[in-house]
Every structure is written in structure tokens, then in C-alpha cells.
């Protein structure tokens, strides 16, 4: 059996994971807003050293190195404080699937489910991450290694999220006209997260074409509704990088085309959400309703976001909550359905519990 002491620890370090590996979305995404993701030439260190080049002597030896990369550390730290967290993260997952193997069988009285699978597939990710990240450098920011990138961080922060819900709330009870409006909800909500994995990589490619500033007026583009674009070219995935991507490689039609797309995705995006949201809080099952308001939050917000991003002309702050705000979409998403498929019926409903978690972590409602 998994001692206390290991499942106390699973438990809480599945929710610092969870909150790091947001620092590392963010983190990520500073510094690919700052063009900084080339600012170590090499991988994974910087320069050959671990960290960035200061002293003279140093700064002369990596230029020797690398001539063709002049040291910048205003760009090699954001990069390499990245790699350091992003490592850190991958450090916290490995003791996390090695407490999780430690489990003999689920749902032990003070303990946590068995999540060993789980946390292997978190730890599978992570190695995958670790090599886009080296893919990242080594092939200079070539779009489709950064979109993929990007998905992989937010991967790995849905399935942290979908595992503290496992090991905090394994079972959550639902009146039996909750729980068959619940299952209808499902085609929904597996609608909406891939509806929503679909804009976040519209996003990742426009960020990696650098294609944000390709439309700045609202809500034309160019003072036209259907300005000129070349979707080909915009949408090639089979693009070379040249001697390296920073600042992109296409020209104004083609980053049109990717902007045009991100903003009718945006609005895509948006209505199916709103009918998520209202079918959702229609339920009438309580932590479903949460999610729900916390849903309708979030949206708001990310669309305020988006746009203050094209008419303030892409500001970091407002860029870098963009990203953040679209993860947290993600994994509120990824709580519905997570609550969706565990509720079990229950046969009568408490009114005089605020829905709180009894001792083995099943919520009555």
C-alpha cells in the first residue's frame, strides 16, 4: 500500500506541478513574444555554458563559437530561465510517476487512485516537450516545431489538471436527472476542447509567422472584410526555415491569410463555447455550474484580450495573458469533461451539504 506520507505528497505536488507548469506556458510565451527563443544558439546550454555569456573573456569564446550569433543577454536569459523551469517541472513529474508506481491497487483507504499510467503518459510528454525544445533551436524557430511546441505545453498542462482531479475528486455524485443531462453534454464538450486545440494552433502559427500585427484595425482588416490573402502560401507546412525564422519568412499576403483565419476562428471559437457554457450551467449539477461561470470568466476575458492585442498593437503584457488565458480555457474544459464522466448517481440529493468532498474525496451534490 502507498504510504500517507506518498500520498500526501502526490497530492500536493500534482497542484504545485500544475501551477509551475503555467509559469512555464508563460514563461514560454514571453519569450517567444520577445524573439528571444533564439537567444542561446545551441541546446541545452547557452553558448556551451549553462548559463549566459558575461565576462569578457567568456563573451569572446562563444562569439569564436558561434560567429554567426552574436551574444545578446537580454535574450539568452529569458531563454535559458525558461529551460531551467521547464526542467524543473519535468524534475517535480519524474518523483511524481515514481510515488505513483509505488501503488499496489486504487482507491486505498488515505491514499490516491492508481495513477501510474497517467503518470507515465505525463512523463512520456515531458521527454517530447524536452525534444521540441531542442527541435525549437536546432531548426531555427521553424513554425511547425513552435506551434507543436506550444500544443505539447499545453498537453502537458491539461493532463497535470485532469490528474489532480483524479487524485483530489476521483468520484462526484449527481442526482439522476443531473447525471442524463450530463451524458447528453458530452459530444458538446468534446466539440468545444477540439474546437478550441483547433484556434490555440491557429494562434501557435500565427505567433510563429509572426502574423500578429498582419491586421491592426477592428473589425476590417486593411479597411476590407476580405482583404487580399494567400492562403497557400500561408498555410504551407512544408516551408524551409532558410538560415533561421526569426522575424518569419513570408510575405504580407500570406500573414494576412493566417491572421484572417485566427480572427474567424476567434469567432468560431466563441459561439460554440457560449453554447457550451449555457448547456452546461443548464445542468444543474453544482460543481458543473462552477465550471461553467468560471468558463464564461475566462472567455470574456480572452476575447477582451484579443481584442486590446489588435488595437493596441500586440502589447507583451496583453500577449502573454492571451496565452495564459487560452490554457485555462483548456483545462476548464478539460474539468467538464473530467466531471462529466466520473459523476455516479446518487440516491437521494443533500441539500444540507455545500458540496463539499467527504473523506475519500467523493463530492455529494
Known amino acids: 500500500m502507498t504510504s500517507p506520507r506518498h500520498s500526501r505528497v502526490l497530492r500536493y505536488l500534482s497542484v504545485f506541478a500544475l ?51 552574436p551574444v545578446e543577454a537580454d535574450k539568452g536569459w529569458p531563454e535559458m530561465i525558461h529551460r531551467y523551469i521547464a526542467a524543473t517541472l519535468g524534475l517535480f513529474i519524474l518523483i511524481m510517476a515514481g510515488l ?16 501510474s499510467l497517467h503518470a507515465s503518459a505525463l512523463l512520456a510528454m515531458v521527454i517530447l516537450q524536452g525534444l521540441f525544445g531542442m527541435w525549437t533551436v536546432t531548426l531555427k524557430l521553424w513554425p511547425q516545431v513552435v506551434t507543436a511546441h506550444l500544443l505539447g505545453g499545453f498537453a502537458t498542462l491539461s493532463l497535470l489538471a485532469l490528474m489532480s482531479w483524479r487524485i483530489w475528486v476521483p468520484t462526484i455524485t449527481a442526482a439522476h436527472n443531473q447525471l442524463a443531462a450530463a451524458r447528453r453534454l458530452r459530444p458538446l464538450i468534446v466539440l468545444a476542447i477540439v474546437v478550441l486545440v483547433v484556434q490555440i494552433a491557429l494562434g501557435g502559427w500565427m505567433s510563429a509567422n509572426y502574423a500578429a500585427l498582419a491586421c491592426v484595425d477592428l473589425p476590417t482588416c486593411h479597411g476590407s472584410y476580405w482583404p487580399a490573402m494567400n492562403f497557400s502560401r500561408g498555410f504551407d507546412f512544408t516551408q524551409h526555415v532558410g538560415p533561421n525564422y526569426l522575424g518569419g519568412m513570408l510575405d504580407s499576403e500570406a500573414r494576412v491569410a493566417i491572421h484572417f483565419t485566427h480572427r474567424v476562428g476567434a469567432i468560431v471559437t466563441t459561439l460554440v463555447l457560449l453554447w457550451l457554457i ?55 474544459l478539460f474539468s467538464i469533461l473530467y466531471v462529466q464522466t466520473v459523476l455516479q448517481p446518487s440516491a437521494s440529493l443533500d441539500h444540507n451539504k455545500d458540496n463539499m468532498p467527504n473523506q475519500s474525496g467523493t463530492y455529494s451534490s
Open 19 to 69: 501551477c509551475f507548469a503555467m509559469l512555464v506556458i508563460m514563461k514560454g510565451a514571453y519569450t517567444r513574444l520577445v524573439d528571444a527563443g533564439l537567444g542561446c544558439p545551441d541546446w541545452p546550454g547557452c553558448y556551451g555554458m549553462l548559463g549566459v555569456p558575461q565576462a569578457t573573456e567568456d563573451v569572446e569564446r562563444a562569439e569564436a563559437l558561434y560567429p554567426d550569433s
Open 100 to 115: 505513483s508506481l509505488k501503488q499496489q491497487r486504487p482507491g486505498m483507504k488515505g491514499g490516491v487512485p492508481n495513477i
Open 278 to 332: 449555457v448547456g452546461v450551467y443548464r445542468n444543474g449539477q453544482p460543481i458543473l455550474q462552477r465550471l461553467a461561470l468560471v468558463a464564461g470568466v475566462l472567455l470574456t476575458i480572452q476575447v477582451a484580450l484579443g481584442i486590446t492585442n489588435v488595437l493596441a498593437f500586440v502589447p507583451l503584457w496583453s500577449a502573454v495573458l492571451h496565452n495564459a488565458v487560452a490554457a485555462l480555457l483548456l483545462v476548464c
